[in-house]
């Protein structure tokens, strides 16, 4: 499995649009921008089809340190949720496709 960088994107999406690279960085930037403001605000963005990101509130809870196995309060926080949309489970490789492929 390969990382693509937001540079790698933005090229894609250049050269599929037509568009010019420099115009084509400052929208993909825009909208990750905006899409971090929203989660901010503890808004839900819904892409039909893509997938849902959305904020979770995590409880706080008593943890132990591996080494000293003393117990360890972990705060309460605040984490991204994604879940997939149906295009993008039905072009994804499934879990049990991909443990067999190993």
């Known amino acids: 499995m390969n990382t693509i960088t937001k ?3 933005v090229e894609q999406v250049a050269q599929q649009t037509g568009a010019d690279r420099g115009d084509t ?4 930037q825009a ?3 905006a899409v971090v403001q929203e ?3 503890g808004n839900r963005l819904e892409f039909r089809d893509f997938g849902v990101f959305e904020v979770r ?3 706080p809870r008593m943890a132990q340190n591996p080494k000293t196995l003393e117990p360890v309060k972990v705060p309460a926080k605040r984490s991204v949720r994604f879940k997939p949309g149906r295009l993008m489970r039905e072009q994804s490789v499934a ?3 991909l443990v ?3």
Do not use: Y
């Not at 960085?25 to 993909?28: G, L, M, N, S």
């Open 7 to 9: 540079k790698e994107l």
């Open 31 to 33: 909208f990750l921008d």
């Open 100 to 102: 067999t492929a190993r």
């Open 25 to 28: 960085r400052k929208i993909v």
């Open 95 to 97: 879990p049990q496709e």
């Open 39 to 41: 989660l901010n605000r």
């Open 57 to 59: 509130q995590r409880a």
